[in-house]
């Protein structure tokens, strides 16, 4: 009986840190399930353990992590043969996800015709992975869905579950106390918080899409918002402003900021605080993490917006504080991470 929900969003431009966010807590909580609500292999989710690096897409983070089982649910979409490469990825470094994969019949999957059409008609600087073009489907009423690859699947050690019944099913009564949903992307990039439409992604990375999941809202206990010291951005738009190309090439660069899907460059920003705060409260989080603060504090660059303007503090204390201050409303904490590792 699930008795426990935490939840982890994005909120920001996506590659906030999530994927160590999502370990951390499995390791730290023991989960007995990690869902994936949304996007699909436009994520890049990067963990670290013991020097070895881990980077899942599709899968959601808890395959890393034995005896956690995980269910990627009916808003995601799936593109089957990164999806068995991503499998034998992660097999090759020894983990097993046979047993412990769901998947839900009603994903959509991701055609060649769909990559080829988000590749050859990017204006907006897509991951290329079809994202666009398959959710169109989907509202079309045209496309494919998992439940027609149900065999294939299985092969693969994954089992197709009705959303329908998976909540009140033998296995979920037996097994599942503890639930950690893992939010792809973030609230920037959502299809309808953006603030710079066309310039998103075309799912639900809100706190909507964990709940469009069919789990019991009423024992949700933690919503973790991350964001990180600094803002960064992948896509067509120009996002990093000139003036300050100086000290945002120094943090990008510490901050290594490539993309783990793409490898593309990320353009960055100061972290913006009001822009934080609207992403914290519409996703109801009662936690909020800020990630790579240790970027910021050996760069010596105390910079943020705030109140629509750039504040530059003389320590990393003082603009920590004023984040604090800011973030007041939260029901819990601000957490500053300063490594790659843990919150
Ligand atoms: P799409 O999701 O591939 O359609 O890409 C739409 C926009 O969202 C592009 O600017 C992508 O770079 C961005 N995007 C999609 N997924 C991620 C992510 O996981 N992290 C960062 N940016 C992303
Ligand atoms: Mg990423």
Partial sequence: MVEQIDVVLGCSFGDEGKGKVVYDLIKKNSYDLCVRFNGS?????????????????????????????????????????????????????????????????????????????????NKIGTTGSGIGPTYSQKMLRVGKRVEDYADELKLLGIEVVDMRQFWFSEFVKKNVNSVLMEGAQGFELDI??????????????????????????????????????????????????????????????????????????????????????????????????????????????????SGKKIMTFATLLEMQIHIIKELSFLEKEVLFSFNPYTI
């Fill in 192 to 305: 309808n918080w953006t603030n710079h439409y066309p310039y998103c992604t075309s799912s639900t990375c809100t706190l909507a899409g964990a709940i469009n999941t069919g789990i019991p809202i009423s024992k949700i206990k933690n919503i973790y918002g991350v964001s990180k010291a600094y803002d960064t951005y992948v896509g067509a738009m120009q996002f990093q402003p000139e003036e300050y190309n100086d000290e945002l090439n120094q943090i990008a660069d510490l901050g290594k900021e490539y993309g783990a899907t793409t490898g593309r460059r990320r353009q960055c920003n100061f972290l913006n605080i009001d822009n934080l705060k609207e992403a914290l409260i519409f996703n109801n989080c009662n936690i909020c993490i800020i990630n790579k603060m240790d970027i910021l504090e050996d760069l010596n660059i105390f910079k943020v917006y």
């Fill in 41 to 121: 292999g436009n994520a890049g989710h990067t963990i670290y353990d013991n020097d070895i690096k881990l980077v899942v897409h599709q899968l959601p983070v808890g395959v890393l992590v034995s005896n956690v089982y995980n269910l990627i649910s009916s808003d995601c979409l799936i593109d089957m043969s990164r999806l068995k490469m991503e499998i034998d990825e992660i097999k090759e470094k020894g983990f097993d996800i046979a047993g412990r994969l769901f998947i839900s019949k009603a994903c959509h999957i991701i055609t060649q015709e769909c990559i080829d059409y988000d590749r050859q008609n």
